[in-house]
């Protein structure tokens, strides 16, 4: 199992893969943790040493580009997304890797009973706007924003990635149509750096579904 972290400006990284390490080595005996770190970061945290890790350089302002490069790094059949900033609850990892038994991809997601948005009124406006054109659009994810979710790896071959704007996510659903579940999420608050989304970036990612 495979699980990539995207990491851009993150500050509180070495303390994320900590707790990252402690919620996974108990319940996985067979992983290995891909960071992808991009070639304009203005802050270099230390990075611990820590079992089957490994730093991988990406080109270009993108946490799609960290995702789509790690995809072809990973040697697990399955892999798992999360953002480097705590703000997904990383203790639900195994429980979606089991779900890989029976399902080809498990999303988390805020608005399934029990997750929750646990974020100021305009992001969650700008949150369930895009979820209404991604729905129009085809997708079948009850929260297409989401950044947190596992996929097995086979369902990765069958897309033809374009990228949209940091959904890798909502593009493997809309192109691959994989076996599909969602478990709700509730996620934290950003122990450090901040989020990447925004009303612009939301914008661009429309544009990019339209013309997939």
């Known amino acids: 199992m495979s699980i990539i972290v995207p990491a851009k400006n993150e500050p509180d990284l070495g303390n994320f893969l900590l707790r ?10 067979d992983y290995e943790v891909i960071i992808g770190m991009g070639d304009r970061e203005e802050l ?4 611990p040493s820590l079992p ?12 799609e580009r960290s995702i789509l490069t790690g995809f072809s790094f990973a040697r697990g059949s399955r892999i798992v997304v999360c953002d480097a900033d ?18 080809e991809m498990v999303v988390g997601s805020r608005y399934v009973p029990g997750g929750e948005l646990n974020m100021s009124w305009f992001r969650s406006l700008v949150s369930r706007c895009f979820v209404f054109y991604a729905h129009l659009l085809g997708s079948r994810l009850s929260d297409p924003m989401t950044g947190f979710f596992a996929v097995r790896k086979d369902v990765i071959d069958r897309v033809v990635f374009k990228p949209f704007t940091w959904k890798v996510c909502l593009e493997i659903d809309m192109k691959a149509r994989p076996k599909l579940a969602e478990i709700p999420i509730i996620p934290g608050p950003r122990v450090a750096g ?6 612009k970036t939301g914008l661009k990612l429309v544009r990019d579904m339209v013309g997939r």
């Open 20 to 29: 990252l390490f402690n919620a996974i080595r108990s319940e996985i005996a």
């Open 86 to 103: 705590d703000y997904h609850p990383v203790n639900k990892i195994p429980e979606m890797v089991r779900l890989l038994d029976t399902y």
């Open 194 to 199: 901040k989020s990447k989304t925004s009303l």
């Open 52 to 63: 089957n890790q490994r730093v991988i350089k990406t080109y270009g302002d993108s946490l």
């Open 44 to 47: 270099f945290p230390d990075i």
